[in-house]
Nanobody
């Protein structure tokens, strides 16, 4: 029942920065974790970073020290600040919400439509 919309992608040179935004149609307070995934052409979609409702963050090793995930609950928005971008960061980036359906044991995942990030000189 929550819709996610990503924005902020674009074309940048290696070493540049971008800030991605994920706007939710409803409250994200009851979603256990929000995160970002990415998918390059011909590759599987991979997890990049996540943040729990309590504010704990996780990152894959390749982006540690370069990417920062954050959330603004009042705006129902999650951000991904990307610095020191590399060509291998090129991919479509997707926003994700993961949790358990209230009153059940059923897991759920919400997905945005994706935003393109291209890192090239």
């Amino acid at each position: 029942q929550v819709q996610l919309v990503e924005s902020g992608g674009g074309l940048v040179q290696p070493g540049g920065s971008l800030r991605l935004s994920c706007a939710a149609s409803g409250s994200i307070l009851r979603i256990a974790a929000m995160g970002w995934y990415r998918q390059a052409p011909g590759k599987q979609r991979e997890y990049v970073a996540g943040i729990t409702s309590g504010g704990r963050t996780n990152y894959i090793d390749s982006v540690k020290g370069r990417f920062t995930i954050s959330r603004d609950n009042a705006k129902n928005t999650v951000y991904l600040e990307m610095n020191s971008l590399k060509p291998e960061d090129t991919a479509v980036y997707y926003c994700n919400g993961h949790g358990i359906v209230p009153g059940t044991r059923d897991p759920y995942d919400y997905w945005g439509q994706g935003t393109q990030v291209t890192v090239s000189s």
